[in-house]
């Protein structure tokens, strides 16, 4: 009588690994009732470009905290222009939690986000140029002071130019100087203007 193996139990935190892991199984995953099942094939689409529409799409309506966070990296991982769209599209949501989320996983991203960077930082909404001052702050990217002295140079929102002075009082150079006199003369009647140019003025002078 031959050896009946035992059936192998799954590998722990396989669970969710049920569909085939193809493309087209992984972009089914997505859509699974089990969480489980869709963080599964979010992180195995990470490696795959043409999962981003469909990661993207997830995003704005994933409640489930894991796999929404699985989605988060996927989508940091493929890195191309599809996930860039989606993440900054994100920061014109009402959900705190997604804007906040979205602008941690942009700040992973310097050589994809750089092309897109200009047009955040001039773009209508006030709060949409706030966010892409913070995600400016961990941005490891040779533009970054060029950026925030463009923002103190031409922006028009007071509260947009604290954000910025603020930044740039972290990592500006002598290159950053003329930018924040010019700011300090458009927002002369604005003491907390005067009082983070003049600290980022002065961290510059001691650098």
């Known amino acids: 009588m031959g050896i009946v193996k035992p059936q192998q139990a799954p590998a722990p935190g396989d669970e969710g690994r049920r569909r085939t892991r193809d493309v087209a199984g992984l972009l089914a995953g997505l859509g699974d009732p089990d969480p489980a099942?869709?963080?599964?094939a979010a992180r195995d689409l990470g490696s795959e470009p043409q999962g981003a529409a469909a990661l993207v799409e997830l995003l704005f309506k994933e409640s489930d905290s894991s796999v929404r966070e699985a989605v988060l990296l996927a989508l940091t991982q493929i890195g191309d222009a599809t996930a860039v769209a989606g993440l900054t599209a994100c920061l014109r949501s009402d959900d705190v939690a997604l804007r906040n989320e979205a602008i941690e996983s942009l700040k992973l991203m310097p050589d994809a986000v750089?092309?897109?960077?200009?047009?955040?930082?001039?773009?209508s909404d006030?709060?949409?140029?706030i966010f892409a001052v913070n995600v400016l702050e961990s941005l490891r990217h040779p533009d970054v002071e060029q950026w925030l002295c463009g923002v103190l140079e031409r922006d028009e929102h007071v509260n947009v130019c604290a954000t910025a002075v603020d930044l740039l009082g972290e990592v500006g150079s002598a290159q950053?100087?003329?930018?924040?006199q010019q700011l300090k003369q458009r927002f002369d009647g604005e003491p907390y203007i005067a009082f983070a140019a003049d600290l980022a003025l002065k961290r510059i002078e001691e650098s």
């Open 37 to 40: 099942v869709r963080r599964w």
């Open 114 to 123: 750089a092309p897109v960077m200009h047009e955040l930082l001039t773009d």
């Open 126 to 129: 006030a709060d949409v140029r």
């Open 176 to 180: 950053a100087v003329a930018a924040l």
